[in-house]
């Protein structure tokens, strides 16, 4: 699950992690109050779960209450377009105001889990406000790497060994081992899968302050994050992956006209390279999910369909668990509650295959028939 | 001779009581496999379906039946602790079927095992099936399989279940088949797996599925350029991903380049892997390896 920066920045704070002051705000009277609290200079960022803000006029720098407001009313309740967005974009409801900082370095900071070592990674750079992704594509050997044994957890001496390799001045050198720990701790405690401070400012004061944050909590964690559940945005989500979500499906939305309704995460995969292959473009990423009953494959099909650039549907189940003549029936009950007969590539393995063939030969639907993915690839450029 | 499970195979299910540990145990008998113990905290001494003894813990299943292979199908926030119950009492293998457990979990659990001779599969996976000694240890549908001497090692669930297909269609039997799991921290990985496979003497070669994600591909293939003896064909799904978006396995998801398919792949190819150029070219590649092997 992802967070809002503002978000992120309170569960930093409260884990001592210093961050600018400052406050959300959701109207632009509210923007210009704010402002003016802080003594009419500031800089005012949209709160979007993407990317590239900056650059598509999301944040800006005020230098009075007036400026705050006006560049407010032109932003709350518009959409927002980044390159990490769909051309669509993302809404804005909120923006965080906050003081200006001056800026003696730009360093980056974060905390991933890493598959090869199975243990937390702290990861730092002098290279501040960049992708750090550009960074370990440019210059590799400056990206600082501290792997944290989950037995003892975080030590002083790793959060000094980065401090140093930072070359930060001897007097940052504790500071910033203690604030390391403590997005360490807040990491561990709030089940993170990414905490990512990028800039961490030294201050011309000499101070660090997390200038921007980022945080994504575990999804399979949630059960025991409950209070964190309320940060929840589905607004920032694609409308239909946010309702396959409540379902409990696995939908992800691609540009493609070939909508996919498959079992498995690994075969929803293939499927959509298979249509790649095929010359055509897949519509979306698909998991039903293996315990699913009908409510649950009508539901997937109807999603599908809402998605006005489907115009066929590749149904690719393999019966296990979850048995074709299941599926089958939930594409049937899905194109008559919505009244449309798309053209149907099916191809149903396993459990109750022909039942669930049956099913939609005598359904009238518009459906052609694969044994194999070779014969699925030749049906979609038929 | 197999990897991970054969005919010795003595398998304790926990969560047998379950709806899903139920019904899976029941396929599993029906394939053949050596079921001799369930456990289920408070239904110890109790008899499932009038043939299987349940125990209250791990440990007693080993000493009683010498249950030497684990089977779990415990909800998420319990796993973790069902996995470790059982390597703290000397299971072998540990097959873990359960989807959603925590990362943090999975990191403690990880550091565990790297202490003890525990192998742990997934989890989220379908688990591990020996066709050539009726062992199957997982969710897999059984009939689809045939003894022979591919190993099959992948990431995916009903994407392995596709390659098993391919391949016996085409007549290919299978010596063992693991699914590793779709998570970012697991338990074996494609090495560990690989190492396996290389070593065991009904092995000829391995079909390897990969997906986006972590760099657990690129991990096999340094191993497989240094150490493989036996021909690998690979095959990495994901190609049409977006960055940054979760495709359904918690640990599929491009975070940097070296996750993506195409990087992953040029690293297999690199470290002599035969490419499988799409999902519908799985049997047709593990064949023409085949056939070039036996001429």
């Known amino acids: 699950m992802k967070v809002h920066e503002y978000q992120a920045k309170s569960i930093l704070a409260e884990y001592g992690v210093p961050t600018p002051n400052g406050s959300v705000a959701t109207t632009s009277k509210e923007v210009s109050s704010v402002v003016n609290s802080l003594g009419g200079k500031a800089v005012v960022k949209a709160q979007v779960h993407a990317g590239g803000r900056g650059k598509a006029g999301g944040v800006k720098l005020v230098s009075s209450p007036e400026e705050a407001e006006s560049f407010a009313e032109g932003l709350i309740g518009k959409q927002i377009v980044t390159f990490q967005t769909g051309p669509e974009g993302v809404p804005v409801e909120k923006l965080l105001v906050e003081e200006t900082i001056g800026v003696e370095r730009e360093l980056y900071l974060a905390i991933v889990v890493d598959g090869s070592t199975k243990r937390h990674v702290i990861i730092a750079s002098q290279s501040g406000g960049m992708e750090i992704e550009e960074v370990a594509a440019a210059t590799p050997e400056k990206i600082l790497r501290v792997i944290v044994d989950p037995n003892v957890g975080y030590q002083a001496y790793q959060g000094r060994r980065i401090a140093y390799g930072l070359e930060l001045d001897q007097s940052q050198v504790r500071p910033a081992a203690d604030l390391i720990g403590n997005l360490y701790k807040a990491f561990v405690e709030r089940d993170c899968s990414l905490a990512e401070i990028n800039p961490l400012v030294v201050t011309s004061e000499g101070n660090l302050l997390a200038v921007d944050a980022k945080i994504n909590i575990d999804d399979d964690a949630m059960f025991r994050q409950q209070a964190l559940e309320e940060m929840r945005d589905s607004s920032q989500e694609d409308q239909l992956e946010a309702e396959a979500t409540t379902y409990d499906i696995s939908y992800v939305k691609l540009d493609g006209d070939v909508g996919c309704l498959v079992n498995g995460a690994g075969l929803a995969m293939a499927t959509m390279d298979i249509i790649l292959a095929a010359g055509a473009k897949p519509a979306n990423f698909l998991d039903v999910g293996g315990s699913a009953d009908v409510e649950k494959c009508t539901k997937a099909v109807e999603i599908i369909l809402a998605d006005s650039n489907v115009s066929r549907i590749l149904v690719n189940i393999f019966g296990g668990i979850l048995s074709c003549d299941t599926a089958a029936q939930g594409v049937v009950d899905a194109c008559k509650n919505k009244g449309v007969n798309p053209k149907l590539v099916a191809r149903l393995l396993g459990s109750n295959a022909d039942e669930g063939k049956k099913i939609l030969e005598n359904s009238g639907l518009n459906v052609s028939f694969a044994d194999t993915l070779t014969e699925v690839a030749e049906r979609l450029t038929e | ?295």
């Open chain 2, 1 to 295: 001779m197999s990897i991970l499970v054969d005919a010795n195979t003595r398998v304790v299910v926990q969560g047998i009581t379950g709806r899903e540990g139920g019904n899976h145990a029941r396929r599993c008998i029906e394939y053949g496999t050596n079921i001799v113990a369930g456990v289920t905290p408070g239904r110890g001494g109790t008899l499932w379906e009038d043939q299987v003894p349940v125990y209250n813990t791990v440990a007693q299943a080993v000493s009683d039946q010498q249950a030497n292979v684990s089977l779990i199908f415990v909800p998420a926030p319990f796993a973790g602790d069902a996995i470790l119950e059982s390597a703290d009492a000397g299971v072998g293998v540990v097959a873990c079927i359960t989807e959603g457990i925590p990362v943090r979990d999975m990191i403690s659990i990880a550091e565990y095992l790297k202490h003890s001779s525990t192998q742990l599969i997934g989890p989220n996976c379908p688990g591990v099936i020996t066709p050539g000694a009726n062992c199957k240890v997982g969710i897999m549908p059984g009939n689809i399989h045939t003894a022979g001497n591919v190993g099959v090692v992948s990431r995916s669930g009903t994407l392995t279940y596709e390659a098993v297909q391919q391949l016996s269609t085409l007549g290919i039997g299978q010596s063992t088949c693991v699914g590793i799991g779709g998570d970012s921290v697991s338990g074996m990985s494609f090495v560990d797996v690989l190492q396996r496979f290389n070593d065991d003497e009904d092995t000829d070669m391995v079909v390897l599925i990969g997906e986006i994600g972590g760099t657990k591909e690129q991990e096999a293939a340094e191993f497989i350029s240094s150490n493989m003896k036996k021909p690998v064909a690979g095959l990495v799904v994901g190609a049409s991903a977006p960055p940054g978006k979760r495709m359904g396995h918690a640990g599929a998801i491009i975070t940097g380049t070296a996750a993506r398919a195409s990087e992953k792949a040029k690293a297999l190819a690199s470290a002599g892997v035969v490419p499988i150029p799409t999902p519908a070219d799985i049997g047709r590649i593990a064949q023409e390896i085949y056939s070039g092997m036996t001429k």
